[in-house]
């Protein structure tokens, strides 16, 4: 199942253990590369410092938010020396530049969704400028049309160019 990029921000996280929410997932944490949610910043609820949540402690996501074993899933910033990086990155996807290929720039991501059980980001929404929205209205891009992800914007292939499609030799039937 596909969640839109409001479904998954701002999200209480609940423990299984206490049955009661342990914290506020505000934000995910993108790794840039594949476009996969490799955890979320969280607000603790019980003295509000920021903590992070991994993605792979994600037991389930329901109605009422993310659930979590307990407590101790949601790790220091400091803690977590292989996401370093990618923190320091601060990847958003939210506002990137959507181009072509031919550096025909599209708009800007307005919305995005991600799968529900891998977290790969699979379709982007891009808002157009006022003029092409209005003849076109909003863009939708699928994950296999992108080519690049850099700090400043995705590079996805043209969506209006077509495949050529080969002729196929039609057999003509022998004449008896």
Do not use: W
Request: aromatic share 6%; net charge neutral.
């Amino acid at each position: 199942m596909l969640l839109v990029a409001k479904s998954i921000t701002q999200q209480p996280v609940m423990s299984l253990r206490t049955g009661g929410k342990i914290a506020t997932a505000h934000r995910p944490i993108f790794n840039p590369d594949n476009l996969k949610i490799v955890g979320f910043h969280c607000e603790e609820s019980f003295n509000r410092s920021h903590l992070i949540l991994l993605s792979q402690d994600i037991r389930d996501h329901i109605k009422q938010g993310f659930v979590v074993d307990d407590f101790e899933v949601l790790a220091e910033p400091n803690d977590l020396i292989r996401l370093q990086n990618l923190l320091k990155i601060d990847f958003e996807l939210i506002g990137k530049v959507v181009a072509t290929k031919n550096k025909e720039k599209l708009g800007k991501v307005v919305d995005y969704a991600v799968d529900s059980e891998t977290l790969y980001v699979q379709k982007l929404y891009v808002g157009q400028s006022m003029l092409k929205s209005l003849s076109d209205g909003q863009l939708s891009v699928d994950r296999s049309q992108i080519i690049e992800v850099s700090d400043r914007q995705i590079i996805i292939k043209d969506p209006l160019q077509t495949t050529p499609v080969k002729a196929q030799a039609i057999a003509k039937p022998a004449i008896g």
